[in-house]
């Protein structure tokens, strides 16, 4: 279910995870304090949602929250949306602009993909930072800002560091508190229940009345590496929903947004047929147990993606057993 962002509080964020829980912990912390934050995790693992709840759970919820993207920025845009311009301070400037940091005075800025901010960007966060004054491009009247800093990054920002590509000044400015948030695949346990609220607000919202999960649908759910994290799962149970045309989700309807960053890209569409035997030249159909269990192989097999390790696993046998089977299907 996709919560409201003007209103999530750090308090109705819900985990049974210990390392989701100990990430709650630190937001709580974090919303009662003022100081700079870095909210590190993967793409799709809610540190836009994370930073909305800390400023909404913090005084200044009643200030304004500001978001700002700093990669892929040319520089004189950089610093107008930053510190706001003066009319006719560039070409183009036909009306004043206010920028960000005016914009977040007296609540949060929120400054995402912090790791991929060019070096002058950098110079200039870290001048707000020490001296919270700035200038409007074209003006020399200097402005203060109060606001409150959060970042995010899906990169280690001390890593960064390491390679030469983000100031060692700014880092420590801003590294107030680290809060790191666990990738969807390492809190397993919660991908049942988060599955199962999701669809049924998205069979509310599609008028559908599903009432299961079929346990192969479940174990293609179950089996996959979720790289994208809380938005790829949103997006899978979606389109499922969207697929379903009974009560029970069947692994048909199962369908994952192909993964950019991965080699095992394609998206993987499971065909259910492959549960129902066989049918013999004869018409007849192929009861024997070596045929189910071949079947059934090939099945957890494509399930994994062709990952060996997480099939045998998914199978309850040894990599080596697997790897047995498959070489004796592939000499049938
Ligand atoms: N704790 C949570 N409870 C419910 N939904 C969540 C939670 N965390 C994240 N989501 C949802 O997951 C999706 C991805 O979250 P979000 O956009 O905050 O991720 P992100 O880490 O900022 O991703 P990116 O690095 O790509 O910007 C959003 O739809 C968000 O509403
Ligand atoms: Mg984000």
């Not at 047929?273 to 192989?297: F, I, K, Q, Y």
Request: aromatic share 6%; net charge neutral; proline share 3%.
């Amino acid at each position: 279910m996709q919560p409201t962002l003007s209103t999530l509080r750090v308090e109705d964020l819900r985990t049974t995870n210990d390392a989701m829980a100990r990430c709650i912990r630190l937001a709580t912390l974090a919303a009662n304090s003022d100081v700079p934050i870095v909210l590190l995790g993967e793409t799709g693992t809610g540190k836009t949602l994370l930073a909305h709840a800390i400023h909404n759970s913090s005084a200044r919820a009643e200030g304004p929250f500001i978001s700002f993207n700093a990669s892929a920025m040319s520089d004189t845009l950089l610093e107008s949306q930053l510190f706001g311009h003066e009319k006719g301070a560039f070409t183009g400037a036909q009306q004043a602009l206010k920028g960000k940091f005016e914009l977040a005075n007296g609540g949060t800025i929120f400054l995402d993909e912090i790791s991929e901010m060019s070096p002058l960007a950098q110079v200039k966060v870290l001048r707000v930072l020490e001296y919270g004054e700035f200038e409007r491009l074209g003006s020399e009247r200097m402005l203060k800002t109060d606001a409150r800093i959060i970042c995010a990054t899906n990169v280690s920002l001390r890593d960064r560091l390491r390679q030469g590509k983000f100031r060692e000044d700014l880092y420590h400015r801003l590294n107030g508190l680290t809060i790191l948030i666990p990738a969807l695949r390492d809190r397993r346990e919660e991908l049942a229940g988060l599955i199962a609220a999701e669809l049924k607000a998205s069979a509310l919202r599609f008028g559908k009345e599903i009432n299961a999960i079929h346990p192969a649908a479940m174990d293609c759910l179950m089996a996959h590496d979720w790289r994208g994290n809380l938005r790829e799962l949103y997006h899978t149970v979606r389109t499922m929903t969207l697929f379903c045309d009974g009560n029970v989700i069947m692994p048909e309807h199962v369908h994952f947004p192909p993964d950019l960053n991965s080699a095992e890209s394609s998206a993987t569409v499971v065909d259910s047929n492959s549960a129902s035997p066989p049918v013999r030249v004869d018409g007849s159909h192929d009861l024997s147990l070596a045929s189910a269990v071949e079947r059934h192989l090939r099945f957890v097999y494509r399930q994994a993606n062709g990952n060996q390790r997480r099939a045998a696993k998914l199978l309850g046998i040894s990599r080596a057993t697997l790897s047995r089977h498959l070489r004796a299907l592939d000499h049938k």
